[in-house]
């Protein structure tokens, strides 16, 4: 989720498009039902402890790929090669460095070599004290950001962010299109999972083993949220068929692991 404010004028243009106020969304799920996936749950709880950055056999004998090695940003490009030194991988970890002031000149999304249509996207993250980040996925470079073209899986602080965030603003929602259908984040400062599904447009996101958003890209109900909410002016917006993976900086400091991908036939 991008910024609610700034402070130079030269970035309110890019920051107007970015997660801030606008006009709340309806909500474009298609389902309601809220559900748990006890597998991811018991995965989720043990991501403090188990091995990062690695496969089991059985992983890999079902097509997961990583996206982080571990070791270095192999396999990662800053967005349209923009300069950047806010990304490093250390102790195991992809780490955005948090800064107390915006850098804008700085900072740049994380993302991945790869382009990816129909997948599913695992990865472990923590976020610092009234952080903002978010992973885009089906993003196109065709733009100035990511997020004028690919959804985006909402991470933030949702307890202690400095201004009042609307329901689409929170973790784990379909940002700005519709809100969380469950609130399943961990405290501030412990490792959570997120897992983010698409296959032929409809998505699901998942939060520790609940799921927090279901919608089909073009289905009435997401065109109308589309439509009527902050991303009417973005002609992109949910266009990029087979699009990249995106690890937004948005100047707070966040830590993700165990990134890996499995495409879908």
């Known amino acids: 989720m991008r910024k609610l404010f700034v402070p130079a004028l030269s970035v309110l243009t890019v920051a107007a498009m970015a997660c801030g106020n606008a006009s709340t969304p309806e909500s474009s799920t298609d389902s309601t039902t809220v559900s748990a996936d006890t597998t991811a749950a018991a995965t989720a709880s043990t991501a403090d402890t188990a091995p990062a950055n690695v496969l089991t056999d059985a992983e890999k004998a079902d097509g997961w790929k990583l996206l982080f090695?571990?070791?270095?940003?192999?396999?990662?490009?800053?967005?349209?090669?923009?300069?950047?030194?806010?990304?490093?991988?250390?102790?195991?970890?992809?780490?955005?460095?948090?800064s107390e002031k915006d850098k804008s000149d700085k900072r740049a999304?994380?993302?991945?070599?790869?382009?990816?249509d129909n997948f599913e996207l695992q990865a472990d993250w923590k976020l610092a004290?009234?952080?903002?980040?978010?992973?885009?996925?089906?993003?196109?470079?065709?733009?100035?950001?990511?997020?004028?073209?690919?959804?985006?899986?909402?991470?933030?602080?949702?307890?202690n962010f400095p201004e009042k965030l609307e329901g689409w603003q929170k973790t784990g929602a379909n940002y700005a299109m519709g809100d969380p259908l469950v609130a399943a984040a961990k405290p501030i400062g412990e490792w959570n999972q997120a897992r983010i599904t698409v296959n032929k447009g409809h998505v699901e996101h998942w939060l520790n083993g609940q799921?927090?958003?279901e919608y089909t890209i073009g289905s009435p109900e997401w065109k109308k949220a589309k439509e009527t909410g902050k991303w009417k002016d973005a002609k992109g917006y949910g266009a990029?068929?087979?699009?990249?993976?995106?690890?937004?900086?948005?100047?707070?400091?966040?830590?993700?692991?165990?990134?890996?991908?499995?495409?879908?036939?």
């Not at 903002?132 to 950001?145: H, K, R, V």
């Not at 690890?247 to 991908?261: A, P, T, Y």
């Open 129 to 159: 004290p009234k952080g903002n980040s978010g992973i885009i996925y089906l993003a196109s470079e065709e733009f100035d950001a990511a997020y004028k073209s690919g959804p985006e899986y909402q991470l933030i602080d949702d307890e």
């Open 69 to 98: 090695n571990g070791q270095n940003l192999d396999g990662w490009h800053i967005y349209k090669g923009k300069t950047s030194n806010s990304w490093v991988a250390e102790n195991g970890t992809l780490h955005c460095l948090g």
């Open 211 to 213: 799921k927090t958003a």
């Open 240 to 265: 990029t068929k087979k699009g990249h993976i995106d690890l937004q900086d948005h100047g707070s400091e966040i830590w993700f692991k165990n990134v890996k991908i499995k495409e879908l036939k």
């Open 109 to 116: 999304d994380l993302t991945s070599d790869g382009t990816y």
